[in-house]
């Protein structure tokens, strides 16, 4: 009675046996909107597609999701390509995706957005990074398929307008599954083949033929060269990434040609005019010295060179008088100076100044004798002093006081028995 009854795994398996054969749902194609998108570290995609009312689960294996040109987000509406089955773990049905593109946009176009975003965010269009190209270049390298209009266009060019340039071609895949490994590798080669500036171009395509064009790898080269780079790539209408990235981007193969070399008659004719300039500058200059030479020939000085002379030695005549009549005046002076101290009493009778200061002196001792206090000590008097100070008054006194009192010859000392004013 019990065979009657399943088990989850066999009817998981059974219903999932229905699905894979199903011939409607080994090729399905959906349109929807990403959500709940997630990234494997192994390299798998997992989502969730839905519409308004329903939803589906969805992965996409790693050698599906490498070739994608753009990375799948939430909320961006696909159309994919993929297999009905079911994960017999979950008991989920999901679909299993081979393809995808962005719903009224192509996968080409969408990976063009968010490689040329990557790219400008990170600096790589700045134009501080473009390198100048040279005015007069002598030796351009060619990166583009060895045989088509685009090699033909510039090497035309370049020899109707610049004929003694040396160009160099490196000869590449413009178009296909190697093509960007191979642009790499010749700009590689050029770049450090010195070369005065590098044509990367090829004809016109479409987006799928440009592509190569676009890959990042091809753009990071393009950026790290250090010989300047013209991209000429496609037509007018037509915008690459290397477009972006290079020093300078031209419309076409023939354009970039253009931009590379100048015109030979234009730098003639320039030269023609530089050479004008000079010889107007140089006859400017020689006019300007023959006249200066004129002048010099014609002035006071050639003409009449003594009277220069005659000049200066009056001036030289006039600084010798006023010298005469400066030295006379300070020999005047002086003299009389002499006259006045050799008639002085000094000179005359030095005795008498002698005597006099003599006199003046002994009556300055005389008096210095009188205040003298040590002649006061010798007639019998005294000094009394307190703390090494003299006293003058009894108000500073009291009894017991330690006093000195100072006399001819010696000093006493006392203590004050009574203080009583006078």
Avoid at 22 to 43: C, M, P, W
Wanted: hydrophobic content about 40%; aromatic content about 8%; charged content about 30%.
């Amino acid at each position: 009675m019990d065979d009657k009854y399943l088990s989850v795994t066999a009817l998981t398996r059974y219903i999932k046996y229905k699905i894979d054969n199903d011939i409607h749902l080994q090729e399905v194609y959906l349109r929807g909107e990403i959500s709940n998108f997630k990234a494997h570290t192994r390299g798998h995609y997992y989502f969730t597609i839905k519409d308004e009312t329903s939803r589906i689960s969805a992965i996409m294996f790693s050698f599906n999701a490498s070739k994608l040109k753009f990375l799948p987000e939430d909320g961006m509406k696909i159309l994919v390509k993929g297999k009905i089955s079911v994960f017999e773990s979950t008991g989920n049905y999901q679909i299993y995706v081979e393809e995808m593109m962005e719903d009224g946009i192509g996968n080409l176009h969408i990976a063009f957005e968010q490689l040329k975003k990557k790219l400008e965010d990170e600096g790589l269009f700045d134009q501080k990074h473009k390198k100048p190209i040279p005015k007069i270049p002598m030796k351009v390298g060619i990166i583009t398929a060895s045989t088509g209009a685009a090699v033909k266009d510039i090497l035309s060019t370049i020899k109707r307008r610049f004929p003694i340039c040396k160009t160099i071609l490196f000869p590449c895949l413009v178009q296909g599954e190697f093509a960007k490994d191979d642009i790499v590798k010749k700009l590689d080669i050029a770049d450090n083949y010195g070369l005065d500036v590098i044509i990367l171009g090829r004809g016109g395509g479409s987006i799928e033929d440009l592509w190569p064009f676009n890959e990042e790898i091809v753009a990071r080269k393009v950026f790290s060269c250090k010989t300047p780079i013209i991209s000429g790539v496609g037509h007018q209408i037509d915008f690459t990434i290397c477009d972006f990235v290079a020093d300078v981007r031209a419309e076409t193969p023939t354009g970039a040609a253009e931009r590379a070399v100048p015109k030979l008659s234009d730098l003639l004719l320039e030269i023609n005019n530089f050479e004008i300039r000079c010889t107007n500058n140089i006859k400017r200059i020689l006019d300007n010295n023959k006249l200066r030479l004129k002048k010099l020939k014609e002035s006071y000085v050639l003409k009449n060179p003594l009277g220069m002379y005659e000049i200066k030695e009056q001036k030289l005549d006039n600084i010798i008088d006023k010298l005469n009549t400066i030295i006379n005046t300070i020999i005047y002076t002086n003299k009389s100076k002499l006259e006045i101290i050799e008639g002085s009493i000094i000179f005359k009778d030095p005795e008498v100044l002698y005597s006099d200061k003599l006199k003046k002196t002994n009556h300055l001792i005389e008096k210095l004798e009188i205040l003298n206090p040590l002649n006061a000590l010798k007639r019998g008097y005294s000094i009394a002093k307190k703390d090494d100070k003299c006293i003058n008054s009894i108000k500073g006194l009291k009894k017991d006081d330690n006093i000195n009192i100072i006399i001819k010859d010696g000093e006493v000392k006392a203590r004050v028995m009574e203080v009583k004013n006078g």
